[in-house]
């Protein structure tokens, strides 16, 4: 059974960092693009950023660009999305997903069960 695992997530400070990890079994990575997505409550699930399967391309929502940087490491089979200067509004549960490139969940195949992220003071 492919599992997606994310992990990384939890309080922090405005201002402050966190860096999440989407580790795979069962499913090769460097495949597939990899999305980031999040979740506030009441609000629907949003792309965050994505990365091609051939590293070539990697998209960010507008309200993250510039503080969060995704990559991977494809020995390590795992994907990870570095968020700096975090604000309040970034508070969510957030997901990673494999398939198509893209910042629209459609594209997505597998999921991941979620981390928590909780931006406050």
């Known amino acids: 059974q492919v599992q997606l695992a994310e992990s990384g997530g939890g309080l922090v400070q405005p201002g402050g960092s966190l860096r999440l990890s989407c580790a795979a079994s069962?499913?090769?990575?460097?495949?597939?693009?990899i999305g980031w997505f999040r979740q506030a409550p009441g609000k629907e699930r949003e792309g965050v950023s994505s990365?091609?399967?051939?590293?070539?391309?990697?998209y960010y929502a507008e309200s993250v660009k510039g503080r969060f940087t995704i990559s991977r490491d494809n020995a390590k089979n795992t994907v990870y999305l570095q968020m700096n200067s975090l604000r309040p509004e970034d508070t969510g549960v957030y997901y990673c997903?494999?398939?198509?490139?893209?910042?629209?969940?459609?594209?997505?195949?597998?999921w991941g069960q979620g981390t928590q992220v909780t931006v406050s003071s």
């Open positions: 997903a494999a398939g198509r490139f893209s910042l629209s969940p459609n594209f997505y195949n597998y």
């Open positions: 990365i091609s399967s051939s590293d070539d391309y990697t």
């Open positions: 069962r499913l090769t990575l460097d495949y597939y693009s």
